[in-house]
C-alpha cells in the first residue's frame, strides 16, 4: 500500500470492489428501522458479499503486519493496545485514507442509504475505526463512551 493519501479522492479508486451487491440500495425495511428505533440496534442486515470481505481481511491483514511500519497517513495507530502482551488488540484510526477496499466501503450505496435511514437524513464521514481482537484471544476493550 502506497503512502497516496486516498481521502482525496471522492470517489471509489477501486472499481472491482463493486460486483453488482451495491445496485439494490433500497435500504432497510420499516419494521428494521422501527425496531432499530425501539432498541437501538438492528441485526443480519448484509452489505458486503463474500469476496469483497476477503479482499478486505486482505488488505486488514497488511495494515496489521508488524514487519511493517505504520503507514503515516493513519491518524491514530497501534499495533497492540492491549495491556495484556499476551493477547492482541489492533487499533486504528483512517485505514480509509490508506487501503483502496476500506476507502470504497465509505462510497457503498447500500451502507450510505442504511446510516441516513437510522440518523433521519444525510450522512458524512466523520472518521473511520478499525478495531481487532482475534477470537477466542481475550483482549478487552473496556466499556466506555467516546466523544460524550
Not at 490508506?98 to 457503498?108: A, E, M, Q, T
Amino acid at each position: 500500500m502506497a503512502n497516496t493519501d486516498l481521502s482525496n479522492f471522492h470517489k471509489p479508486v477501486l472499481p472491482s470492489f463493486f460486483d453488482g451487491t451495491d445496485l439494490r440500495p433500497e435500504g432497510l425495511s420499516r419494521e428494521q428501522i422501527d425496531f432499530f428505533s425501539q432498541n437501538g440496534f438492528i441485526s443480519e442486515v448484509p452489505v458486503l458479499s463474500y469476496r469483497q470481505l476477503g479482499l478486505l481481511r486482505e488488505e486488514l491483514a497488511l495494515l496489521m503486519d508488524t514487519s511493517l511500519p505504520p503507514n503515516p497517513l493513519f491518524y491514530e495507530f497501534h499495533h497492540n493496545e492491549s495491556s495484556d502482551p499476551e493477547t492482541v488488540l489492533f487499533h486504528a484510526l483512517g485505514a480509509w485514507r490508506i487501503s483502496p477496499g476500506f476507502h470504497d466501503l465509505v462510497f457503498l450505496r447500500l451502507i450510505v442509504k442504511i446510516a441516513e435511514q437510522l440518523l433521519g437524513g444525510p450522512v458524512r464521514l466523520w472518521h473511520d475505526q478499525v478495531f481487532v481482537k482475534p477470537p477466542r484471544d481475550g483482549a478487552v476493550v473496556e466499556w466506555h463512551q467516546d466523544y460524550s
